[in-house]
Each structure stands twice: as C-alpha cells, then as structure tokens.
C-alpha cells in the first residue's frame, strides 16, 4: 500500500469521510462504526477514529481507509467516546437509521470523499479526483502537502456546545452544503489568530516566551495545528455568539472583594489589567492567571503595544481591561452589568460587549443569592418529606436520594403482609375508564378484612388495554385504568387507610411509538410533559434493544443471556445497558416520589437477568418487592411428578440472584396444591423430608403464596385453580408460611358469602400471629386428609380433604372457620396471670393448733355447701409457693392435706414461743383473751379453706361430667356423620353402580354401531376390491391386445425387412453377375487385342 494512504489500496478503492458532529465533550472523540472491518464490524471499540483541528472544528475527518471489495453499500454509524474508554456502555451512539453509501464497482477503482451530518441520515458521496481533496474545506493543495498533512498527528479538540450552534435551516441543509456553511466561517489569518468558531478556552496556558508556548503559537491556533491531548485536558465550552471565557473561584473571590471595597454594586472605578485580573492571593498562580498572561504577552509580541491599543484583542476585552486603556466611561459603564456573567469572544476574534446569556455562580451578588437559597430552603421545608425528594430527584446525587427514601419508606413487615391482586384481565373495561376510583370506594372494606398490600395494574400507556404492552412509561394519562390524578388519589387513600400500593412494573418489553427508516418499531419517547428536568429521560432509539431482536437495528450493545426468555410480541429491552438502567432507575423512583407507589410487582422476570431485578431494588428502596417467574412444571407418564424440587429450585436461584432483594410467586406450590385438590391426593403436599412441597418450604420468606392471577385464572383461564376447591386452596396457603395474596375476583365477583369465608380466614391468621417462617409439623399427608399445626407452640391446626381428621383436644383447640372439604382450628387463649402481690408478714399465732383436726377423708366427705363466705386473707408464700384465696380455690384434697400436714408443726412451733413468751411475761387475761381470739380466728379460717376445698372439687366433678357428656354428643355426631358418610358412600355405590350400567349399555350399543359401521366398511371394501379386481383384468387384457398388436407389427415389420434383405441380395447377386459377365467380356476383349 502506498505510504501516501491515498492511492488505490485494493481494487475497490479508499474512502475518507467528513464527519459534522457538535455533540462532543470534554475528552472525547468521533468515531466510525459499520459493517466492514475497517469500520470495526460495528464494534464501537474497534471504530475508525476521525480528528479534527481548531480551524476545521465541527468538521472531523478520517484517515483514508480501504473500501470492501465484494460489498455494494456500506453502512455506518456516527459514535462518540472518550479516547481511553474500553467500555461499550459509556459510548454514545447517533440515533436513528444507519447511513448507507453506496459503492462504486470493484473495477473503477475510484476513492470517495464522504459527507455526513451527526443525527442525519442523508450522506453526499463524490470521487476523490486526483488525489489533491483538502480535507479542510479550503483551497486545493499538491499532493505532498496533502501527504504531510494526512500523515501528521491529528488529535481532536474536544468541544461541548453549551447551546446549539445549528438552526433549523442549517440542520436541513444537505452534509456537503452544511460542511461547507461550517468551513467557510473560518476567519483568514490575521496579526492575532483567534479561534474558528466560539469557544472557551480552559486548557492551561504556558508562560509567555516558553517553548512550549510558542510551538503552541501561545493558542492562537497557528495554521491548522492540531492540539494533543495534555493541552486540551480542560476541553473548550461553544456558546452562541461567541467564546466564553469561564472565571475561576479564587478570581472571583478577589474580584468581588475588589467590588466590596469600593462600595459600589453598579460600577468599577478601576478594573484589573490583564496581568493582575485574576491573579490569585497565593504566591501560586492557578490557570486562569496564566492564561491571561500568556494573552497579554502575546498580544504585546503580536502588536507591538500594550493591550488597549488598535488590536481587537484590546478593543473590546469587557472585564479584563483596564478602565485607564478604554476609551471613555461611556465603553467601562457597557462592560460592566449587572447582569453580565461570563465574557465571551465573537468568531471574528473580537471580544463581545453583549456577553454571554448563560448564567454563572461566579459574580453574582452574594447576598442576593443567600437570600434566594434560603427563600428556596423555607419553601422546601414546608413541602411533605415525599414531595421534598420528588422535587430535587434529579438535583440530588443517588446515595443521598437514597437516604432521603429509606427514611420515607413503610418496609413491609412480611409476618403481617396480606396482599390483594387488585384486578383481573378484564379491570380495564369497568368504571368507564376509571378502575382506579372503583378501588378506591372498597378502600375501607380491604382495610376491614385485613389487607395491607394492593397490587395494581400497568399504570403507564400501553399498545394493548391491559397495559402490558407498554409505551410511553411516564405518561399515565393514557392508561385505560384511568388517569394520573385518578391514581394518585387512590393510593392517598390506601395510605390513609394503612394499605401499601404496589405497581406492575413491565420493563422486560417495550413497544416504540415511532418507526425508524427501515419501518421497524424501535424509536421510543417518554411521555414526560410537565417536568423539563426530565427531557431525555426514556427517549430511545434501537440501540437499547437487544441484539438479533427482529427490531434491532444493530446499534444494540449485548445479546440477550443464555437464560433470558424471548419476548416476541414487542422489543426486548438490553437490561445491560447503563443508560437503560439510569432511566428505568428515574422512572421507579418517580412512580414512589410523584405517585406514590411503595413496592414493585415485576412482570416477565425470566426475560431479563435476576440481577438487574436486584439492582433496580437497590435503586429505589422499596417497601419490597416480588417477580413473576413462571417456569414449567415437571410432568412425567402419570402427570404431575411427586417431586418438584428442580422447580423451586430455579425459584431459589432466582431470589439468590436478586441478592434476595426480591421475593417470589410460588408457582411450585400454587402447581402442587391445585393437583392435590383436584385430585384427592394430598400427599402432594408432603416432600421427602416432612416439610411443605413447595417454595414455602425452603425459602417462606421470600415466597409470595397464591391460587389464581390475572393470567391463570380471569377469562384467560391459562391455568385455573379448581373452582369449587378455591375455598380450600385459601385454607392451606392463609394458615401456613409465606405472603398470600388473593385474587380480586374471589373476593368481589364471587359473592358476598365467599368473601366472608376468605375473610374469616384472614382473621384467624392475624389473631394466631403466625410468622412468615412458622415451622409446620405435618401429621397426617394421605390421598384424602392433610393435617398440619403451624407455629412453635403450635397456633394454627388445619385439616383439608373430604376425610374427617377427628376432634383435637378443646383444651387447647377452638373451633375456627370450617367448610366443605376444611376444617381450622385456633388455639385457645389463655387469660394472662394476675400480678404478683407482695404479702406482708402475719403476726404468728400465740395459740396451738386444734389437738383433733379433721382428717382428710372427713374433708372429703363434708361436701356441705356453706352459706357464709370465704374469709380473705393477704397471700404467704411457704416454700416458694405463691399461697392466696384463688390458689386454695385451686388446690385439691390432696394439695390442702400435704399444706395442712406443712403448716401444723409451723402452728404448733409458734404456740410454743407464745406460751413462753406469755409465762416469761406474765401477760395478763387481756392477752390471753386476744390470743384467744387470733386462735379462733385461724381456726375459722381453717374451716373456710377447708369448705372452698369441698367447694372446689365439687365443681371440678361438675365439670368432668360436663365433659363426659361433650364427650358423648361428639361420638353422637361423629356416629351421625359417619352414618350419613356410609348412607352417601351407598347412594354413590348405586349411582356408580347404574353409571356403570349406563356405561356398559352404551359401550355394548357403541360396539355393535362400530360392528355395523365394520361390517360395511369390509363390504365395500370387498366392492371396491372386486371392482379394482375387474378394473386390473381389463387394463391386463388391453396390456396383452397391446402387445399382441406389437408383436403383429413387429412380425410384419420383420417379414418386410426380410424381403428387403432377399431383395437386396438378389440385386447384389444380379450386379456381382453383371460385374463378372463385364469382366469376362473386357478380359475376353483384352486377349483379342492382344491376340491381333
């Protein structure tokens, strides 16, 4: 290949491109991508990479590179990066259809220069005569200077517009014409070069009289030099009009400073010359400071004055001249504003009295901006903490936000969490388009049955009714469930009545409501209209689908995973993409902050890795949250498989992959309990190791319970739990671990008895307090009875199956909720124990206890009712026994006797001491009659505790024959059930018995029809053979009058040619005759002549 890069490399020619691009940032580069090799085979990390100068900027341009030879259009793509990234996400690519150009043929040989604009997607294509093109737009130039500039280095000066530059018009025109519009705004060379267009200069600046200042050309841009990277570090900002020059920190501080000490707002006395503007308090310079001085040195060395002179870099330099080098008060008082806020040059070079429009922190008036800020701070502080965060979203950075919305967010408290699905299938049609105000009326009654979560529709525009097709995700005005108002007000009254509203969040998916240049659907918008902030936000192209989507264009970045579900209705979302998940991140957040919703329901989740489910969690704090992963069932000869492990298994993963962020839909219980039911073979619902079949059993809480959804029941019906078994299905999953959740239609469309039924349910499970995670000892697992206590002490007993599972003990037990094929028993509470009392120490008795106290056999048989009532007494404790009147009410024969036997010789010991103490004191008849009396009085009290004792176990007996005869009406009822068990189990024998008839009958007169219709089908098949029969024997008769003819034929074709050959043979015979009889003569004539 020739070194000069623009001679033919291959047969088909080289191509350059001129690229118009405003879009770059601060350290980042234009970069060809397409479908050939050069082009990086549309990796945007194997790009070409095109350069610019700063005379030639906006225009970048590429090497020459080869053109395809077996190729006759190449297509490409326009991408922005930065020159050091190596990650695919951060790259930044044009949006709609790739541009085309067409080849010319591999024989001409020919090189092209191309012409494009950033954003469209016309391109101009013209040869590339005599190699001699100038890149730059200017006049033509020899093929050695085109050499030593093709092969000089070419780093891009990295620009951001702050507005764009392009009008309507310009952005129009043709890319030729737009280029050349471009190039032509480049000023001619001048004693003080000055940039090409509008910029802002904030690379550092070398000292004036430096090397490297003066190979720079002090940045004056010289004739077309490129600038590396080190002195673009800072990157240059276009505005319109002119160049903006940005004025750091610390020269503020000391130009505000300067303001103060004048006293005036309005006007300065004196300004700074450019070589003291600016310059920082510190002994080091920062560089601003250098820069200025690099400007005024090198405008010095250009001019031969000092600034302020005929220079236009002096004319007109605003802030940064001194007020001694203007010309009159008239220039000073223009320059200095009230609201000017950044100095900016025009692209003649010269510096802009108007000033830029974009507004600064920089020099503003101090005071007035504390003021506003703290106006902006009262008026926040006012607003509800939700709002606060709505309001500053997108000002806030992510962590603090977070913050914000952990303090904000009711965490669900999964022991107490019963969820409502709060439509079906068909929601949309009802409340002429207001399903939101129709849940918002039964808000109370949800709060009644206990409900603490409600599960909702997809609220944003959808392409189908049921929302599951979204479009527009952050418009919800378009939502055939209702408007945005209309939701924000039901969840205001959910959250009033304790109710937590969860959205159906479906970013696996998503419909484009524009087509590309190709026709494909996968140009997206947003649908955000009332908040500016937001622009941008959810605004895609086909770059965030998925590659090989059938509505790819191939500007996607990541292929689906290798266990992602396909999604065919509508493009699949690449999840891997940062800036989807930015947006998707916005959007989540918004829907909490602005609308209200506290947790998410994530549709489709086996279309998109778990992590991503995970990290959007993570993002946006909710109060939890669950996935629909809806996997296959294991099926085997016999149907459902008895072991579904490798089915919660996959759910298991899946929750682990989320970092258990997330909770899941039990599907593998929802499969097991619905085939139980159906079934009668509720040994389903046991796994090898005694714990419950499905999710609920490994992982309960992150497993969300549940007998029908919008999908497997509604009218879809795609997998419906068994109608008349519904009731029992709530039984199982409202008694044991996990979140339940029920479906809207079992409650509101089944009638008013069967919502009381579920909600009876509800109640007993909030009443028992079961945890998410309660241990279940199953009992019983057999094809007709399930029975299980749940909780440790067990709270809850539950038998499900048409066999009865016996009375428990009603000690513990209650009876609760019970119906056809169930049976809930709640365990009974117990009154709390009464406090403890402190008792205080009884004077002893001075008198012995009685010589006879009655026996305990006496005690047993007095059972005479006292009609005095039992004396009180404060409470002991003797032997750390607690001793009151209740307790001795408790006690039995056995326990008075054994305290009675312990208190005697107490009795006894302190008589004793009072006899001593009387004889020692010589107490007088007045103690003697008091101690009297004390005595009398323990005797008294004895009597009484006695009689309660009596008292007690008469009531005790009572109670037993009370049981007894509970006992009795129990067998009663139990005989009466299973005399009408066994009465039912007759009346279906005889049923069965005369289906069995019935069946045979029909199968007997079944048969005989399938004799019949046998029997004429082999008659006419007879026919039809004999006919075929017949049909053989004369197509073989004419088979045979065939060949006979043929062989008729043939036999007179060979006697014909017989003759013919006899024939012939006697004609050769004849000539052969005639031939010798010639010969003969001419032998004969031969001897004659010789002869004479």
């Known amino acids: 290949i020739d070194k000069t890069l623009y001679c033919m490399a291959r047969a088909g020619g080289t191509a350059t491109f001129q690229v118009r691009c405003e879009c770059t940032k601060t350290g980042e580069n234009v970069y060809l991508v397409g479908s050939s090799v050069e082009l990086g085979a549309w990796d945007p990390l194997k790009g070409l990479l095109c350069s610019t100068t700063k005379q030639q900027y906006p225009v970048w341009t590429c090497d020459p590179f080869p053109l395809p030879v077996h190729s006759e259009v190449l297509e490409f793509k326009i991408v922005v990066k930065h020159g050091k990234e190596t990650n695919k996400d951060r790259v930044r690519w044009e949006h709609g259809p790739n541009h085309k150009v067409k080849l010319p043929s591999s024989s001409s040989g020919s090189s092209l220069i191309v012409h494009c604009v950033w954003g469209q997607a016309d391109v101009e294509a013209e040869p590339l005569r005599d190699c001699q093109h100038n890149l730059s737009g200017q006049q033509s130039l020899p093929a050695s200077d085109l050499k030593q500039q093709a092969t000089a280095p070419a780093a891009a000066i990295r620009v951001a517009p702050v507005r764009p530059q392009t009008s309507a018009a310009v952005s129009q025109q043709p890319p030729r014409q737009a280029l050349q519009q471009a190039s032509s705004k480049q000023p001619a060379q001048s004693a003080v070069p000055a940039p090409a267009t509008p910029m802002t200069r904030r690379q550092p600046v070398s000292a004036p009289g430096s090397a490297a200042a003066n190979d720079r050309n002090q940045l004056g841009g010289g004739d077309g030099d490129a600038l590396d990277g080190a002195q673009l570090e800072a990157g240059y900002d276009t505005v319109e009009g002119g160049t903006q020059l940005e004025i750091g920190n610390d020269d503020a501080v000391e130009y505000e400073a300067q303001l103060k000490e004048d006293g005036s707002d309005d006007e300065l006395p004196e300004m700074p010359t450019p070589a003291t503007y600016g310059r920082r308090t510190s002994k080091q310079q920062g560089p601003l400071t250098r820069q200025i001085e690099a400007e005024a040195e090198f405008a010095r060395q250009k001019s031969g004055s000092s600034i302020g002179g005929d220079s236009p870099a002096g004319t007109e330099f605003g802030r940064q001249i001194s007020a001694s080098s203007m010309d009159g008060a008239e220039s000073r008082r223009a320059m200095i504003r009230r609201g000017s806020r950044h100095m900016c040059m025009n692209a003649n070079g010269h510096w802009n009295q108007e000033m830029s429009r974009t507004p600064s922190l920089m020099m503003i008036d101090l005071d007035e901006f504390q003021e506003a800020a703290e106006s902006y701070s009262k008026e926040l502080d006012a607003l509800e903490e939700r709002q606060k965060l709505n309001k500053n979203m997108l000002r806030m950075g992510s962590s603090s936000l977070l913050e914000g919305m952990v303090k904000i967010t009711q965490y669900a408290d999964k022991s107490k969490t019963v969820m409502l699905q709060g439509f079906n299938w068909e929601s949309w049609r009802a409340g002429g388009g207001d399903w939101y105000g129709i849940v918002s009326k039964k808000a109370e009654m949800l709060a009644d049955m206990g409900f603490t979560d409600v599960w909702l529709p997809p609220c944003s525009d959808s392409v189908a009714p049921q929302g599951y097709l979204p479009s527009q995700l952050f418009n919800l005005d378009k939502s055939k469930y209702g408007s945005q108002a209309s939701l924000e007000a039901l969840l205001e009254e959910l959250h009033s009545r304790g109710i937590r509203g969860l959205a159906d969040i479906v970013v696996n998916h998503r419909c484009g409501d524009r087509q590309d240049g190709e026709g494909r659907w996968n140009q997206f918008s947003s649908g955000m209209i009332s908040r500016p902030s937001f622009a941008g936000v959810m605004e895609w192209g086909g770059w965030a689908i998925t590659l090989g989507d059938k509505f790819s264009d191939g500007t996607g970045q990541h292929h689906p995973g290798h266990l992602d579900g396909q999604f065919d209705a509508a493009p699949n979302i690449d999840h891997r993409n940062k800036r989807v998940q930015q947006s998707i991140a916005t959007w989540l957040r918004w829907l909490r902050l602005q609308v209200g919703f506290d947790g998410w329901r994530f549709d489709f989740v086996k279309g998109y890795a778990a992590e991503f489910v995970g990290l959007y969690c993570k993002k946006t704090e909710p109060a939890w949250a669950v996935g629909e992963l809806w996997g296959d069932m294991i099926y085997d000869d016999n149907g459902l498989a008895s072991n579904q492990d490798k089915h919660r298994q996959d759910l298991v993963n899946w929750i682990n992959a989320t970092d258990k962020r997330c909770t899941a839909f039990d599907f593998t219980t929802k499969g097991i309990l619905q085939e139980a039911c159906r079934q009668n073979q509720y040994w389903r619902l046991r796994d090898s190791q005694g714990k419950p079949a499905g999710l609920i059993g490994w992982m309960p809480k992150h497993a969300v319970t549940f007998l029908d959804n919008h999908d497997t029941g509604s009218t879809q019906r795609h997998w419906p739990f068994p109608d008349d078994k519904v009731l029992v299905g709530y039984a199982y999953i409202l008694t044991h671990p996990g979140i339940p959740c029920v479906f809207w239609d079992h409650v509101m469309d089944w ?342």
């Not at 009675?900 to 006899?915: C, G, T």
Request: aromatic share 4%; net charge neutral; hydrophobic share 30%.
């Open 751 to 1092: 009638g008013e008895d069967h919502r009381r039924k579920i909600a009876d349910m509800m109640k007993v499970r909030q009443d028992s307090g079961i945890p998410v995670d309660a241990p279940v000892n199953i009992q019983c697992a057999d094809n007709d009875l399930y029975l299980a206590e749940i909780g440790q002490p067990p709270a809850l007993r539950v038998a499900l199956g048409p066999r009865g599972a016996g009375t428990p003990d009603m000690n513990y037990w209650s009876n609760g909720p019970a119906g056809k094929g169930y049976c809930i028993w709640v365990k009974t509470p117990q009154p709390p124990p009464k406090p403890k009392q402190e008792e205080p120490q009884r004077p002893p008795s001075s008198r012995p206890p009685p010589r006879n106290p009655a026996t305990v056999a006496e005690l047993e048989k007095d059972v005479r009712p006292y009609k005095e009532e039992f004396p009180d007494f404060k409470p002991v404790t003797i032997d750390g026994r607690y001793i009151s009147v209740a307790k001795l009410q408790s006690m039995d024969a056995k326990e008075l006797r054994d305290l009675a036997d312990r208190l005697r010789p107490l009795l006894a010991a302190a008589e004793k001491v009072m006899e001593l103490r009387r004889d020692s004191n010589k107490k007088g008849a007045a103690e003697e009659e008091s101690d009297r009396r004390r005595a009398e009085a323990a005797k008294a009290e004895k009597e009484e505790t006695m009689r309660k004792a009596t008292e007690e176990q008469a009531k005790s007996l009572a109670a037993e024959k009370e049981r007894r005869k509970a006992a009795e009406e129990q067998a009663k009822y139990l005989a009466a059930k299973e005399e009408e068990k066994r009465k039912a189990a007759e009346e279906r024998a005889k049923y069965l018995a005369a289906e069995e008839e019935k069946r045979k009958a029909a199968e007997e007169e079944e048969a005989r029809r399938k004799a019949a219709e046998e029997q004429a089908k082999s008659m006419a098949a007879e026919e039809e053979r004999r006919k075929a029969a017949e049909e053989q024997a004369k197509y073989l008769a004419a088979k045979e009058e065939e060949k006979r003819k043929a062989a008729e034929e043939r036999a007179k074709y060979l006697a014909a040619e017989e003759e013919k050959r006899k024939a012939a043979e006697e004609e050769e015979a004849r000539r052969k005759a005639a031939e010798e009889q010639a010969k003969s003569l001419a032998a004969e004539e031969e001897r004659r002549k010789a002869a004479e």
